[in-house]
């Protein structure tokens, strides 16, 4: 399964640039939906693995169809709280911290999905798209500038959906044995780090660490326990009021805010 035969495939459907850059978007007329997501993604599996099995759609404890219903929503846009682990410690909040560091997760969920597959932790009603996911996300990471626009953006929507998708209790294509062990596969090391490392930890959301320093205990968490792609990045001002409300400066001296309307003073 080479890259041109997946972008191929991929660029056998007429998705507008336009309508993929709208998939957050909360009109559900002209955005990716769901019907979009099973369409490529049995495309995908019928070229690549002509004869797959598929299995009835694993049975596995879901919450509630409304946060189920949730999770995909999260996707498209429509609803802001994150369901990842988001934690703002209450002695840094409302305070300036000056040179601090944050840590980005490259594709977190996606990359967490691979991650339990090779584990044997994560299993899907059909076998093979465990293998074509994978591929999926090895090109994404390899082949940015060699795909077109359109392609690169379907299979980045591709990898970043399958989250909601597996959680949707509507979705009967492609299901798993248990999707909550995506979001707890990271949140375990967040609340490990978070708890012993509590003068370092200045706030987490979802795919970012903000913390002074990367201490061996972090270095460790990262690289021996988590072992997903990460980058380390220098800030040299933060100030985190509550969740999902903060403002970095990085040092260039470039505002950048989250949760708060920034004014510009007359």
């Given at each position: ?32 939906s769901l019907q979009d997501y099973n369409k490529v993604i049995k495309t995908l599996l019928d070229n690549f693995y002509p004869g797959y099995d598929y299995d009835i759609p694993i049975n596995h ?128 090391s967040f609340k490990f780090l978070n708890e012993n490392e509590k003068d370092n930890i200045i706030y987490i959301d979802t795919d970012q660490i903000y913390l002074y320093e990367i201490t061996n ?50």
């Amino acid at each position: 399964m080479s890259p041109k035969c997946i972008e191929n495939v991929l660029d056998s459907f007429d998705f507008s640039v336009e309508y993929l850059t709208n998939y957050r978007s909360s009109n559900t007329e002209d955005r990716f939906s769901l019907q979009d997501y099973n369409k490529v993604i049995k495309t995908l599996l019928d070229n690549f693995y002509p004869g797959y099995d598929y299995d009835i759609p694993i049975n596995h404890e879901y919450q509630s169809e409304a946060k189920a219903r949730t999770r995909l929503s999260e996707l498209n846009g429509t609803y802001k709280k994150s369901g990842g682990t988001v934690i703002a410690n209450s002695h840094m909040l409302n305070k300036w911290h000056d040179n601090c560091k944050y840590i980005t997760f490259t594709s977190l969920y996606p990359a967490t999905i691979v991650k339990l597959f090779e584990m044997d932790k994560l299993y899907f009603n059909i076998k093979e798209f465990g293998i074509l996911y994978k591929t999926l996300f090895k090109t994404k990471l390899l082949l940015k500038e060699s795909f077109s626009e359109k392609n690169y953006l379907l299979l980045k929507i591709l990898l970043n959906f399958t989250f909601g998708a597996l959680n949707y209790k509507e979705s009967k294509f492609i299901t798993c044995n248990n999707p909550d062990l995506i979001p707890s596969y990271s949140a375990s090391s967040f609340k490990f780090l978070n708890e012993n490392e509590k003068d370092n930890i200045i706030y987490i959301d979802t795919d970012q660490i903000y913390l002074y320093e990367i201490t061996n205990l972090v270095k460790h968490q990262l690289d021996y326990v988590l072992k997903l792609p990460y980058e380390v990045e220098d800030i040299h001002r933060m100030l985190v009021l509550v969740k999902k409300r903060y403002i970095t400066i990085d040092k260039d001296g470039n505002i950048f805010s989250t949760g708060i309307r920034l004014f510009k003073r007359d």
